[in-house]
Antibody, heavy 121, light 106 residues
Framework: EVQLAESGGGLVQPGGSLRLSCAAS????????MNWVRQAPRKGLEWVSG????????YYADSVKGRFTISRDNSRNTLYLQVNSLRAEDTAIYYC??????????????WGRGTLVTVSS | EITLTQSPATLSVSPGERATLSCRAT??????LAWYQQKPGQVPRLLIY???TRATGIPARFSGSGSGPEFTLTISNLQSEDFALYYC?????????FGGGTKVEI
């Protein structure tokens, strides 16, 4: 079964940092682009960041550029998101999402359950 | 950045009726548009990609149409399980963007 399992969320003070992880199973992780999508409480979906299958290309939303860093370890089937300089508006559930097919079609067929990041003093 | 505007924000319909959801982009593009359904407490589920292709396991009552900048998701013969939030997403340009969502309610 194809699965994504996020971890690493929690309560952090403004200006703080966290490292989110997403463990993948049930598919050839190294063949697919991967993404982070977040959802603030009672709000819509916001794409945060994406990374190509080989990790060479990374993409960011303007709202997180310079503060968040996406990476992957294909030997461990794991996706990461390093989140720094956190702000209250970064409070959200962070979902890991698999790109449906390889190549340049970046829509998402598998989503994890999400990990909650709360930024508050 | 391509901004997607979904309308209406809320759509009130009855079971058995048809719902028509709109997603309008700030610029024209090809058919690199997807639709997702999200129910309360659940993760989003892919419904449509390529503007009109149903994802695996999605019932035929869900159909997508259009090309940039105007796209439509139609749900025919609404079932009780279809009452949910629906989002469109473009994947033609970086950054990827989602629409603000349409809530389909009874």
């Amino acid at each position: 079964e194809v699965q994504l399992a996020e971890s690493g969320g929690g309560l952090v003070q403004p200006g703080g940092s966290l490292r989110l992880s997403c463990a993948a199973s049930g598919f050839t992780f190294s063949s697919y682009g991967m993404n982070w999508v977040r959802q603030a409480p009672r709000k819509g979906l916001e794409w945060v960041s994406g990374i190509s299958a080989d990790g060479d290309d990374t993409y960011y939303a303007d709202s997180v550029k310079g503060r968040f860093t996406i990476s992957r370890d294909n030997s461990r089937n794991t996706l990461y998101l390093q989140v720094n300089s956190l702000r209250a508006e970064d409070t959200a559930i962070y979902y890991c999402a698999k790109t449906a097919i390889g190549g340049s079609y970046w829509y998402f067929d598998i989503w994890g359950r999400g990990t909650l990041v709360t930024v508050s003093s | 950045e391509i901004t997607l505007t979904q309308s209406p924000a809320t759509l009130s319909v009855s079971p058995g009726e048809r719902a028509t959801l709109s997603c309008r982009a700030t610029q024209g593009f090809n058919q690199n548009l997807a639709w997702y359904q999200q129910k309360p407490g659940q993760v989003p589920r892919l419904l449509i990609y390529g503007a009109s292709t149903r994802a695996t396991g999605i019932p035929a009552r869900f159909s997508g149409s259009g090309s940039g900048p105007e796209f439509t998701l139609t749900i025919s013969n609404l079932q009780s399980e279809d009452f949910a939030l629906y989002y469109c997403q473009q994947y033609t340009n970086w950054p990827l963007t989602f629409g603000g969502g349409t809530k389909v309610e009874i």
